[in-house]
């Protein structure tokens, strides 16, 4: 069973890069056909998706960020990151990764569901 | 702002009937097949129901979905206090390629 577990500074300075890194064991994230996915929860609001990468190299990141944000991956550390540039303090929130895949169910509905989740990390801006 | 619209909070008693609702448009849930995701004080969401109706193992048979149109539905039938909880739910945008998330809905168990 994949597990994922977010590390990073619980504290950056305004107009600063947040650098986050969500480490994944049990599982490979070289040839996976996960989509390695971060999604954040500020105070007070709900779960905002911030993008993923999948295996090939492909990104989708939220226009809410307004091309802040940058995930990676690598496969030597079995790691992926997350960076997001010129943070204000609406970029504090709890920070998850996840991973999400797509399947067709037994009707042949196509489906995409994130099924494991990291703990989250407290990343606060000021 | 979140692309799909939840009652911000919702109520019932032990052993009610609650139902939350998740609103979207054709390009999410019009097109696309729903998620609800359960996320307690403190701990990591799960996914509680996926492709509109489909459980995961573990997941008690209490807890269903539907999806009609372009909005979508949580039910918990038999309410239980360790059911109270943050509830999300989520789809497929095609106009955007990822994922949009409802606002979410605060569970109380009276």
């Known amino acids: 069973q994949v597990q994922l577990q977010e590390s990073g500074p619980g504290l950056v300075k305004p107009s600063q890069t947040l650098a986050l890194t969500c480490t994944v064991s049990?599982?490979?994230?070289?040839?996976?056909?996960?989509?390695w996915s971060w999604l954040r929860q500020p105070p007070g609001k709900g779960l905002e998706y911030i993008g993923h990468?999948?295996?090939?190299?492909?990104?989708y990141y939220n226009p809410s960020l307004g091309g802040r944000a940058s995930i990676s991956v690598d496969t030597s550390t079995n790691q992926v990151s997350l960076k997001v540039n010129s943070v204000t303090g609406a970029d504090t929130a709890v920070y998850y990764c996840?991973?999400?895949?797509?399947?067709?169910?037994?009707?042949?509905?196509?489906?995409?569901?994130?099924?494991?989740w990291g703990q989250g990390t407290t990343v606060a801006v000021s | 702002q979140s692309v799909l619209t939840q009652p911000p909070s919702a109520s019932g008693t032990p052993g009610q009937r609650v139902t939350i609702s998740c609103s979207g448009v054709i390009s999410n849930i019009g097109s696309n097949t729903v998620n609800w995701y359960q996320h307690l004080p403190g701990a990591a969401p799960r996914v509680l129901i996926y492709?509109?109706?489909l459980r995961p193992s573990g997941v008690p048979d209490r807890f269903s979905g539907s999806k009609s149109g372009t909005s979508a539905s949580l039910a918990i039938r038999g309410l239980q206090s360790e059911d109270e909880a943050d509830y999300y739910c989520s789809a497929w945008d095609d106009s955007l390629n990822g994922p949009v998330f409802g606002g979410g809905t605060k569970l109380t168990v009276l």
């Open positions: 996840a991973n999400m895949y797509g399947k067709a169910d037994q009707w042949g509905y196509y489906y995409y569901v994130m099924d494991v």
């Open positions: 990468i999948f295996h090939g190299g492909s990104t």
């Open positions: 492709s509109n109706k």
């Open positions: 049990g599982g490979s994230i070289s040839g996976s056909e996960y989509y």
